[in-house]
């Protein structure tokens, strides 16, 4: 169980699914190479570039997940955590972008790779069909993934100020405060879900968990289409 989880919570039940996939992705070499600081600046290039698309089409799906919450709100939290991306992540993208060659319109003309296009159709095509439980559960490892990634490299630093900078957006408090607020609406969803919907739910958590592996993997291959 991770400690953010409550013992006997379903985040909790949540969390003990995706143990050894969270355990692989600290292990990775993209990881690793951001706190070492031997990360290739075209790898991270080509990590921004796609986290920004990824990022686009999570906000939507944040948005969906707001308008199927079954209080104001839930429906008033993401509402703002889907203009909170825009405002804060892609913010810091846009920061980073000069610093490694690249603009606007040149990320704009950067094709999706086929893990950002999976990922992404996975997580669109679950909160518009799947249920409230499903959504939230399909768009949480991406907050708490990157909550408990960050708490984990923010006690490594980084020699490098642009990933320290990616480390410290995603290590500071202001984050797992956001993260906290989707932990407890998590909790409270729980108890009420039956065994078939509990079971779905679960599974679309730990298939989103994967692909926050395969993300990272494939920004350090620098994945492109091959054909």
């Avoid at 990157?146 to 290590?171: F, K, M, N």
């Avoid at 202001?174 to 509990?198: I, K, M, N, Q, S």
């Amino acid at each position: 169980m991770h400690p953010d989880a409550k013992p006997q919570s379903w985040s909790a039940r949540l969390w003990d699914a995706i143990e050894p996939t969270f355990s692989a992705i600290l292990a990775h070499p993209f990881l690793t190479g951001l706190t070492d600081g031997s990360l290739d600046d075209g790898a991270f290039a080509h990590y921004v570039a796609q986290d920004v698309h990824y990022l686009r089409d999570y906000a939507r799906a944040l948005a969906i997940v707001a308008a199927k919450a079954p209080t104001l709100a839930g429906t008033a939290m993401f509402s703002r955590h889907a203009a909170e991306v825009f405002d804060v992540e892609l913010g810091l993208h846009s920061e980073l972008l000069p610093e490694l060659g690249l603009d606007v319109e040149a990320l704009n003309a950067t094709p999706v790779t086929p893990t950002t296009r999976a990922y992404t159709s996975y997580l669109l095509a679950t909160v518009y069909s799947g249920t409230f439980a499903e959504g939230l559960a399909a768009v949480l490892p991406c907050y708490w993934i990157y909550a408990r990634v960050g708490a984990a490299l923010v006690q490594r630093g980084s020699p490098d100020r642009r990933y320290q900078r990616w480390i410290d957006s995603y290590g500071g408090e202001d984050f797992a405060a956001t993260v906290a607020e989707v932990l407890d609406l998590t909790d409270r969803l729980g108890p009420t879900l039956g065994g078939a919907d509990e079971a779905a739910a679960r599974t679309h958590f730990v298939v989103t968990s994967k692909y926050e592996w395969m993300f990272f993997d494939a920004a350090h291959r620098r994945e492109q289409w091959p054909i």
